[in-house]
């Protein structure tokens, strides 16, 4: 067996990031203060449906001294400045920790004059012309050419560099503001991530005796139900395990996937779901919610908040969101992990602390859940009293 044949660490599916963030562009090929400008631009135009972020390197070509209690040797220092919070690291970021910071982010725009990014907007500026000519080789994934003034087209080394410079659009810098605009928006919504439906069907239901997932409320088995009507609004559908054994009484007809992150109960199923597609947003439902309705997930999936971190229900009890019957994006999985690494395995209390979309729910009894032989009464009787209405003269 030679080195290359043996693996040391098992593959894992990574998300599609970047430097910092999945949707990064660096601007680069202007002066600072012309990036900067754009920046403010751009953000102040998408910054109420999106959530932004921009990067940059200090312009200061002197030594500039520690603030704060970082010149007295402190390593971290974090001051909330009441509308917004201000913090100094000692040490700079790793590409791990920068990435963390950012995953939260929908947009991130990056001086690429200093930082690179995946993916770049060229300013094409006659007196930057030997500036840009130093960074061909950041050019990797160029999707907009801007025109200064000064610039009537690209260089000999553009065309060079990039063989497919033609099929790259070209806008003026100072005359074209909104359709720059319009570039960024466009490619936002086409990074929608895709969503994905999660049955969970993996509970133990100790408290009811047997098998929610497996009780016919609809002609079928709850599991394959659900799974049905998720079917109209998620690219896939994938019934959730708790292992590889009860995985294997799912029909063939249905995909499903089994916990990788065993012992957690739902907060697993979903860390699992994760893990398989990182870059997929994942509806969530429980199988112990037997009204829950093609109409309660039309209004969630209509109301989808990419820009945060999950869209959910305001349960009916105390208005704390209804985690399993949630649409967590993809920026949720980081979220999560963190929380398991400080000891908490409990969506809600992830949701109750994150930037959530808050739903109300359009008939509040698709809510209710169905642990205990007294809860399975009274939806026995909901349901009585919902056929009876349907078949009414």
């Not at 994905?196 to 409320?217: C, I, P, Q």
Request: glycine share 6%.
């Amino acid at each position: 067996m030679t080195l290359n044949d043996h693996k040391k660490h098992p593959a894992i599916t990574r998300p599609a990031m970047g430097y910092f963030a999945r949707n990064e562009w660096a601007i680069l090929g202007g002066p600072c203060t012309v990036i900067k400008f754009l920046a403010d631009q751009v953000i102040t135009a998408l910054s109420a449906q999106y959530r932004c972020a921009y990067a940059d390197t200090s312009h200061n070509d002197d030594m500039v001294g520690l603030p704060g209690k970082l010149a007295g040797g402190a390593a971290l220092e974090y001051t909330d400045q009441i509308n917004h919070a201000q913090l100094n690291f000692k040490a700079a970021l790793t590409p791990f920790t920068q990435r963390e910071l950012f995953a939260g982010m929908d947009l991130v725009l990056v001086n690429g004059n200093h930082q690179q990014a995946k993916a770049q907007v060229v300013i094409i500026d006659t007196n930057k012309r030997a500036s840009l000519q130093k960074r061909v080789a950041q050019l990797t994934h160029v999707q907009l050419f801007l025109l200064a003034d000064n610039a009537d087209g690209l260089p000999d080394f553009i065309q060079q560099a990039l063989p497919n410079w033609q099929q790259i659009p070209i806008l003026k810098l100072n005359d074209d503001t909104a359709g720059i605009i319009s570039f960024f928006r466009a490619q936002l919504q086409q990074a929608r991530p895709v969503l994905n439906g999660l049955v969970l069907a993996g509970g133990k239901s100790t408290r009811m005796g047997y098998d929610k997932a497996a009780v016919n409320w609809y002609g079928k088995q709850q599991r394959y139900h659900l799974a049905d009507l998720l079917n109209k609004h998620c690219a896939g559908v994938y019934i959730s395990c708790r292992d590889a054994a009860q995985q294997n009484e799912v029909d063939a007809g249905y995909s499903s996937l089994h916990d990788t992150f065993t012992g957690l109960g739902p907060y697993g199923a979903i860390l699992s779901a994760f893990r398989e597609q990182p870059d997929a947003a994942w509806l969530v439902i429980a199988c112990d919610l037997p009204l829950a309705d093609a109409g309660v997930l039309q209004h969630l999936a209509d109301n989808r908040n990419t820009a945060a971190m999950a869209t959910a229900y305001r349960g009916t009890d105390q208005g704390f969101p209804e985690p399993l019957i949630t649409i967590y994006e993809p920026k949720a999985y980081p979220v999560l992990l963190q929380y398991l690494a400080q000891g908490y395995s409990c969506p809600r209390k992830v949701l109750i602390n994150s930037d959530v979309a808050l739903l109300q729910a359009p008939n509040p009894d698709a809510l209710a859940n169905v642990n205990t032989p007294e809860e399975l009464d009274r939806i026995k009787r909901i349901l009585h009293q919902k056929i009876a209405g349907t078949h009414a003269p």
